[in-house]
C-alpha cells in the first residue's frame, strides 16, 4: 500500500513539474549591455526524472524594450519570461528561452510584481554569473552543481 502511494505522489509531483516547465516561468535576469541589448538570466533545468539539479546561466542578446516610467541600465535586474525546450523523457531540457516581460506586456503593476518577487534571486544569479567566463558572450551554460554548492557554502 505505502508503495503505491508513494507511486502516485512521485507521478503527480512529476507531472507538475512537466506542466510547469512546458509552460514556462519567470525568472530574474541582469542587463549586461545596452549596445548592443545583452542579459544574463538562470534556471534548474530539471524535468523531474531525477535527484540532480541541472544549473543554467544563459547569456542572451536581446532586445529589451523599454515602458514608460521605467528605463534600464547596465546592472539593473528585470524579469524574463522563459520557456523550455527538449523531450520530457530526459533527466534535463535541452535549452530555454527567456524574453524580457517588457516584450509580452507594458503593465507596470504586472512588471513591478514580477520585479520584487525575484530580488530574493539577485545574490544566486550574481554567484552563477561568476563561475562564467569574462567577458560574457551569448550561451546557454550548464554549471557544475558540485562547484556550484560549494560556492554557496563559502559564501555563507
Not at 534548474?44 to 544563459?58: E, H
Not at 547569456?59 to 523550455?84: H, W
Amino acid at each position: 500500500m505505502f508503495c503505491a502511494i508513494f507511486a502516485v505522489l512521485f507521478y503527480l509531483t512529476f507531472k507538475r513539474q512537466q506542466v510547469h516547465f512546458s509552460h514556462g516561468d519567470v525568472n530574474i535576469a541582469k542587463i549586461i549591455s545596452r549596445s548592443p541589448d545583452m542579459f544574463a538570466t538562470y534556471t534548474n533545468m530539471l524535468t523531474g526524472l531525477d535527484d540532480k539539479d541541472y544549473p543554467v546561466v544563459k547569456v542572451v542578446r536581446s532586445k529589451i524594450p523599454e515602458v514608460e516610467g521605467l528605463g534600464f541600465e547596465v546592472g539593473d535586474y528585470i524579469s524574463a519570461a522563459c520557456m523550455y525546450a527538449g523531450p520530457m523523457d530526459k533527466a534535463h531540457w535541452l535549452d530555454f528561452f527567456p524574453i524580457p516581460m517588457t516584450v509580452a506586456t507594458t503593465d507596470m503593476e504586472a512588471l513591478t510584481f514580477h520585479r520584487e518577487n525575484l530580488v530574493s534571486s539577485q545574490d544566486e544569479l550574481e554567484l552563477r554569473l561568476t563561475m562564467l567566463a569574462q567577458p560574457l558572450t551569448p550561451g546557454l551554460y550548464f554549471l557544475d552543481e558540485d562547484e556550484l554548492n560549494a560556492k554557496r557554502q563559502a559564501k555563507s
